[in-house]
């Protein structure tokens, strides 16, 4: 058999699994990522931190309907690294914070609760691995239960 073929379905498998159990689909994505950034740009705390660095929001949302797409339904859509643009931000644990407050409200509000339910578990990891790596880059090694504030902060 072909590895790349058996990875490329079970994939598929995976992928129609979450589908059909939490009903997320690519339409779902899409306006569940326009409503966070929509929210994220209006924000006093981290939507100067995005300013300063998106210059059009666009291509930017693109991204991120592939990145979640990935996260979400392991489409294989996204290919970046995410921890590569997160090391320089200015940011901590404050800033993921309110990443998360701003994604649970856009997904409570988008979603039905099974899926809003399986977005939120990934995007808690997702910013927990975030915080760890821009610490770590800081010459901080996290504990366990321990945040990464700035001096500062």
């Not at 949302?61 to 200015?90: C, D, I, N, T």
């Not at 927990?128 to 800081?138: F, P, T, V």
């Amino acid at each position: 058999m072909n590895a790349a073929r058996d990875a490329a379905e079970r994939r598929a498998r995976a992928t129609a699994e979450i589908v059909a159990r939490t009903g997320i689909d690519a339409a779902m994505i899409e306006r569940l990522v326009r409503h966070f950034y929509e929210r994220v740009r209006e924000d006093p705390l981290i939507g100067p931190v995005f300013a300063a660095r998106i210059g059009e929001w666009e291509p930017h949302l693109q991204r991120m309907f592939a990145f979640w797409s990935s996260v979400a339904l392991m489409s294989g859509e996204y290919h970046g690294s995410p921890m590569e643009k997160h090391l320089p931000l200015p940011v901590d644990a404050g800033h993921f914070d309110r990443w998360l407050a701003l994604f649970e409200a856009a997904a409570r509000e988008i979603c039905p609760p099974i899926a809003a339910d399986h977005f939120l578990e990934r995007a808690r990891r997702i910013a927990q691995s975030l915080e760890m790596g821009i610490a770590a880059g800081q010459g901080v090694l996290l504990g366990r239960d321990e945040r990464f504030r700035r001096t500062g902060s």
